[in-house]
């Protein structure tokens, strides 16, 4: 899980409405300097530009909050699973 790396994304969004728009245009090219894992990736991706507005809301910090946790949540199941997979090979 690369915090960081959303926090880096939401903090430019926030400053630079330029990087929203390439973020909406070009995902893949506006995300290639961040450090993201595919599936925060593929968060970003599937942003509308309300998603994003409300992300990048000071006073919708809760937002940002909640997206982390989905994605820990996220990447917690798909490891276990792995886990699971690889012990059922033995």
């Not at 880096?8 to 893949?28: N, Y």
């Not at 992300?55 to 820990?72: C, H, N, R, V, Y």
């Amino acid at each position: 899980m690369s915090t960081k790396g959303i926090e880096s994304v939401v903090s430019r969004a926030m400053s630079d409405d330029g990087f929203i728009e390439s973020l909406l245009a070009d995902p893949d090219q506006a995300l290639a300097d961040f450090d993201l894992t595919a599936e925060e990736i593929a968060r970003f991706k599937s942003m509308s530009r309300i998603e994003i507005t409300t992300l990048t809301d000071p006073e919708e910090g809760k937002s940002f909050a909640i997206m982390i946790g989905e994605m820990k949540s996220h990447r917690k199941i798909h490891d276990d699973t792995q886990i699971l997979s690889g012990m059922a090979d033995t």
